[in-house]
DNA sequence: TTATTTGCTGACATTAATGTCAATAACTAT
DNA sequence: ATAGTTATTGACATTAATGTCAGCAAATAA
């Protein structure tokens, strides 16, 4: 009489892929808090031992989570990085787009989360950026003028802060400010916040 | 036999202080996760069914810290604007400084806690920066020259994500980027910062 | 002293999360 | 077919948090 329990059955690989990108999704929507195995689980169609199954523990989850998330930007902004023409002030639209679509949110929710994963995840990435953005800042230079490595540094740090706040709180404090929110708004600011570097590059 | 327990009794007023005031501790020095109602009672010394006798829930004792953390931040905004000359380059350290002592963090963490708090009690304290700065920079402008109000609300805003991003983020980013974490490396940031918005005040 | 109010606590209830485990079902190889 | 491997699940154990409550004790007033 009673019936056989049909399962899906996929490979560990593919499992893993499902988690992942509904936990994404999930923390993207919801916040850090919105992270229980079981709601994962719900929403992608499965048992959440089987998140344990293959993550271990949610900790391990998380450290997975925070790993695919820091090479994604990584990914995205050595990509914007290598178009020939890059300088931070002029490709600034893109560095911010490569924050986008809930990835900064994403890290800095993960960090939260999970304070110590996120360094190590992230490590290094920021100093690979400052050796190619000031090589390239010393190379567009006037043959007489200098470039510091100090404010190469400074400005990546401000954009990188600025980036996360921005994705963070942006929406927040536009409300608290009295500018609407929206995608537009924040569009309009990177503009202004392009120039003020561009400016800032122009003059040395 | 039984020894008669002694016990601490508070005005209502006193014990508010004491729960409030150890709780900012608490979130100051473990973040978000750290406020756990038996971990504010253990290190007030009290029990911790009165945290809930005096506020009801945690998500009250949420709003009131979040209430007095946004307080606190716009009385130091305040006092750094009513400086007679007052301006955001020249007094960026001020401002910063306003974020500082964990004060951020805390708007920040509480912030991710309680997304609907935050904004409830911030909600105008930039508009009513912005107005001030704006004016300030109206009357310090060059006869022939305007300062578009957009370009005061953008600044204001970058100080602010800038500041909430170092807050959260600052320590980590810099040591992912290899440079040295600190108060001194921060200061040196700071100063960066403020030369930055100085240039771009004094171009326009 | 006695009565009254209420700040305060210990013990308990409730809830909600992670984590464990034996059993089951879907593949693979023989 | 058959056996073996393992992805998957339901039921349960465990843990850890918030919240409840009856009663105790410290002030104040009569």
Redesign the interface.
Same mark, same amino acid.
């Given at each position: 009489m009673s019936e056989a329990v049909r399962r899906v059955r996929r490979t560990p690989a593919d499992a893993k892929r499902l988690i992942l990108e509904t936990a994404q999704t999930l923390v993207a929507r919801n916040?850090?808090?919105g992270l229980r195995l079981q709601d994962i689980a719900g929403e992608a169609g499965i048992s959440h031992p089987l998140i344990l199954h293959h993550f271990g523990s949610r900790a391990g989850l998380m450290r997975a989570l925070t790993r695919e998330a820091a090479a994604e930007l990584k990914d995205r902004l050595v990509a914007a990085m290598t178009q020939p023409d890059y300088s931070i002030g002029a490709q600034l639209d893109q560095v911010f787009d490569a924050f986008r679509g809930g990835l900064a949110q994403r890290l /800095?929710?993960l960090?939260?989360?999970d304070?110590d994963g996120?360094?190590a995840n992230?490590?290094? !990435?920021?100093?690979e950026i400052?050796d190619t953005l000031h090589a390239r800042r010393v190379a567009a230079a006037t043959p007489g003028g200098t470039v510091a490595r100090?404010?190469t #540094?400074?400005l990546?740090? $401000?954009v990188? !802060? /600025? /980036? &996360?706040?921005?994705a963070?709180?942006?929406d927040? $404090?536009?409300?608290?400010?009295?500018?609407a929110a929206g995608e537009e708004s924040a569009h309009? &600011?990177r503009t202004? &916040?392009a120039g $003020?570097i561009r #400016?800032?590059g122009g003059?040395r």
């Open positions: 916040g850090p808090q /800095a929710w960090a939260v989360e304070p996120a360094p992230t490590a290094l !990435i920021l100093r400052a100090e404010d #540094e400074w990546i740090h $401000l990188a !802060i /600025a /980036a &996360f706040g921005e963070m709180y942006g927040q $404090l536009r409300r608290s400010a009295g500018i309009r &600011f202004w &916040f $003020l #400016e800032h003059r």
